[in-house]
């Protein structure tokens, strides 16, 4: 996947520094699907290496809410692949654009002592609810739509702090809540099958991205991962 990233980004052309608020930062000039798409995609490779050293550090309340990341990152993928796809490009399309590039400006308007207002995100529901509807081979919008809802509140909670998982972090025989490693018991262990699944989402990413890219090449080379990772993974990479 790495490496997949570094390809794409010579196919996109590298970020220019400019100046933003009297600041020098880094962003690329066009502000299309594809730069969305990538963008999305560096996240889900460091997000994918964060969740690794949390489950071998033990920490799975923090490794199920880095899940949480991950489920945006990859959804947002799947989103953008498809919406690009559209001829004229759809409204949900150009709003998700707007307000993914918009600049952060909620310090700024504190400073000013005007009200901070949010960036205009298209909402959660609403990326899912599309995506159910428009991928291929979707025959139960409502069946998919609805599974993909239940996975984002249900990780949502490890988010928030659900007082039903913080109760998990209790360790009977020493009589006090750990805080810093988890045993490796059952918990690990389902932490650990459940992350079999994100790198296997990950990959299938990549070669979605491939495809909106145009790029055979990757294209063929991240589907055989796809595979490989299949045969080697075995029902550890179901969903």
């Given at each position: 996947m790495e490496e997949s990233l570094d390809h794409l980004l010579q196919k996109l052309g590298l970020p220019e520094l400019i100046l933003i608020d009297r600041r020098?930062?880094?962003?690329?000039?066009?502000?299309?699907?594809l730069e969305?798409?990538?963008l999305k995609l560096v996240r889900v490779v460091s997000g994918l290496r964060a969740s690794t050293i949390l489950l071998e550090a033990g920490f799975l309340q923090e490794r199920a809410a880095m899940c949480r990341m991950l489920d945006e990152f990859q959804e947002d993928v799947f989103f953008l692949v498809l919406a690009a796809k559209e001829d004229p490009q759809?409204?949900?399309?150009?709003?998700?654009?707007?307000?993914?590039f918009h600049e952060e400006q909620a310090l700024s308007a504190f400073r000013a002592g005007?009200?901070?207002?949010g960036r205009d995100l298209v909402a959660r529901k609403d990326i899912i609810n599309y995506v159910a509807c428009k991928a291929p081979g979707s025959t139960d919008a409502f069946r998919a739509s609805n599974a993909s809802l239940a996975i984002s509140h249900a990780l949502s909670d490890f988010v928030h702090g659900a007082s039903h998982h913080i109760m998990e972090m209790f360790n009977p025989a020493m009589q006090r809540f750990t805080t810093n490693s988890h045993a490796r018991g059952p918990l690990f262990e389902?932490?650990?099958?459940?992350?079999w699944n994100y790198y296997y989402r990950g990959i299938i990413?990549?070669?979605?991205a491939a495809k909106?890219?145009?790029?055979?090449?990757?294209s063929e080379r991240t589907y055989n991962q796809v595979k490989e990772f299949e045969r080697r993974s075995g029902n550890r990479k179901d969903f």
């Open positions: 020098s930062v880094y962003r690329f000039r066009n502000h299309g699907a969305a798409i990538f759809p409204n949900i399309l150009s709003r998700y654009l707007k307000g993914f005007e009200r901070v207002k389902d932490n650990q099958y459940d992350l990413t990549f070669s979605l909106a890219f145009g790029d055979a090449s990757l």
